[in-house]
């Protein structure tokens, strides 16, 4: 089936630290991926995406590259701010399977000033 | 360009009682998901509809149900109120671009409380 394993969390850093979050999927054909982020209180916005094998999502300072071989979309930043404190949901969508995500359980993103 | 509008943010509910939440997606977005988010499962998938008809649906008992009306508001039911059902329910609307090249839109959600 298709399924979504995330880091486990928390992950505490300090501001301007270099971030990444391991994310892999499993999925039959090539689906699309996705990175959300959760602020306390709030429904989850979308930060990037990545549709092809190779594609490189990027926004607001984050990156994450889908790379067919190892199944993987690691979101990565520089230099994390506090304000990034949240949590990132990974997720996919199964090809041909229209709007269903399937995410990944999260990972709470604490930075300390 | 308004959001996906949920209301109402919070509701508390008895047990047995059913309950209605609503939700107004993006204007032009025909696809409106629903999830449910609990500390315990995570974001799960309930249903999906588009063009009034829904076309996904979760692993979730026929409690729960959901509708989209001809403007794309949709609307979840859940009847028979169980503790459990306690969450965060979220809505997501959809610019369906190449049939899978979803980028889902969410609302700030639906916080239910089952006492």
């Known amino acids: 089936g298709n399924s979504v394993t995330q880091m486990e969390g928390p992950v505490t850093l300090s501001e301007e630290a270099f971030l990444t979050i391991n994310c892999t999927y499993t999925?039959?054909?090539?689906?699309?991926l996705f990175w959300y982020v959760q602020y306390p209180g709030e429904g989850l916005q979308l930060l990037l995406k990545?549709?092809?094998?190779?594609d490189k999502g990027s926004n607001k300072g984050f990156e994450a590259t889908y790379r067919k071989e190892t199944t993987s979309f690691h979101l990565e930043k520089g230099s994390v701010q506090v304000s990034d404190s949240a949590v990132y949901f990974c997720?996919?969508?199964?090809?041909?399977?229209?709007?269903?995500?399937?995410f990944g359980t999260g990972t709470l993103l604490a930075v300390q000033p | 360009k308004a959001g996906v509008t949920q209301t109402p943010r919070y509701l508390i509910k008895t047990r047995g009682q059913q309950v209605t939440l609503s939700c107004s997606p993006i204007?032009?977005?025909?696809?409106v998901s629903w999830y449910q988010q609990t500390p315990g499962q995570g974001l799960q998938f309930l249903f999906e509809?588009?063009?009034?008809?829904?076309?996904n649906k979760g692993n979730f008992p026929g409690r729960f149900s959901g509708r989209q009306f001809s403007n794309s508001r949709s609307e979840m039911n859940v009847s028979t109120l169980e503790l459990g059902d306690s969450a965060l329910y979220l809505c997501?609307?959809?610019?369906?671009?190449?049939?899978?090249?979803?980028?889902?839109?969410f609302g700030q959600g639906t916080r239910l409380t089952v006492v």
């Open positions: 204007s032009g977005h025909r696809s």
């Open positions: 509809y588009f063009s009034e008809t829904q076309r």
């Open positions: 997720a996919l969508v199964p090809r041909g399977a229209t709007n269903k995500l399937i």
């Open positions: 990545a549709t092809k094998a190779d």
């Open positions: 997501a609307s959809s610019l369906v671009l190449q049939g899978w090249e979803t980028e889902a839109f």
């Open positions: 999925a039959t054909g090539y689906p699309s």
